[in-house]
Every structure is written in structure tokens, then in C-alpha cells.
């Protein structure tokens, strides 16, 4: 159950829904690994791989390329189009607004996510987005499939750069009180 008592019924999870949110969580340790936002996606129809991605927006200079956007475009070109019927997106993190938006138009029949975000997520945390039944396109939601593991993922990621911030800003503070040695 989320905080806003939305409750998403356990009997949609399946060991496959696992088995790929693994899978999107393998993706999102690429995103870590390269100083992304570690978020992983995988859209898959019939078991089978369509498209996958993780966070790139830094490396990319690309507010857009969310794990889920870059799995969409991949999934798009591999089915030879914008739509994509009779798929599930896994991805680590509930989608955000525009992921949303674009989940809809693609016409994604289910998505499953593991961790909520109650900052900006779009299934049900802070916006209802994807449970909005004024869409022309209903999407199946699960939540929280291996959540703890992804909130980990999550959590290390930001601990690490907070304390590499805290470590750039020492540093800087003690450059700063350094004597000149070019002064006279």
C-alpha cells in the first residue's frame, strides 16, 4: 500500500515480474556505475526483450532520457512502431509525469515498478497520472515488486554523492584558507 492508501493487488505479481525487476535492476547498476540516477527499464512482450534503457540524462546532456523513454525508443524501432501493444515496461522506480505521458501514448498494457516516489511519481505517489480512468488507454499497476532492493540501490546512490559533495566543498574551504605563496 502506498502512503495515499492506493493498494496494489499482490495477486498481479508473478515470478516473471521478479525475475525482470531484476533485470531493470541489473540495467540501473549502469546508470550507477556511469553517475546516473540509477534507474533501469525493460519492456517486454511475450518474455521477450523489445527495448531497454537506464538513466542517461547527465551523460546525454538530455532531460529526457529517462530509463523508461530510452527502452520506449528502443522497443519502437525494434517493433517498427510508436505503439506497443501487449507489453509490460519493468522498471525500478515508479515513472514520473513524462514517462507516464509517454507510457500512455504507447499504449503499454502494464507497467510494474519497484520503488514509489513520492516526489515526482506518476502511478499513484504524487500524481495519478497512469490511474486517471479519463484516458482513452488504461495501464495495469503494480508497485512495489522488489522494492527494498531498488530503495537501496537508490539510497546508496544518493549517500554516495551527497558525501561527495560534502568532500568537494571541504576540500574547497580548506584551498580557500591556504596562504598564497605569491603573495609578498
Known sequence: MTSDGFVMPQSLLSYSDEYWLCYALQLAEHAYQQGEVP????????????????NQSIS????????EIIALRAAGLAAGNY??????????LEPCVMCAGALLHARVERVVFGAYDPKTGAAGSRFDVLLDQRHNHQIELVGGVLQQDCVTQL?????????????AKLHLRDEASLPNSFET
Request: net charge positive; hydrophobic share 40%; no cysteine.
Open 60 to 67: 546525454q546532456h538530455d532531460p529526457t532520457a529517462h530509463a
Open 39 to 54: 534507474v533501469g527499464a525493460v519492456l517486454v512482450r511475450d518474455q521477450q526483450v523489445l527495448g531497454e534503457g537506464w
Open 155 to 167: 539510497q546508496a546512490f544518493f549517500k554516495e554523492r551527497r558525501l561527495a559533495q560534502k568532500q
Open 83 to 92: 505503439r506497443l501493444p501487449n507489453t509490460t515496461l519493468y522498471v525500478t
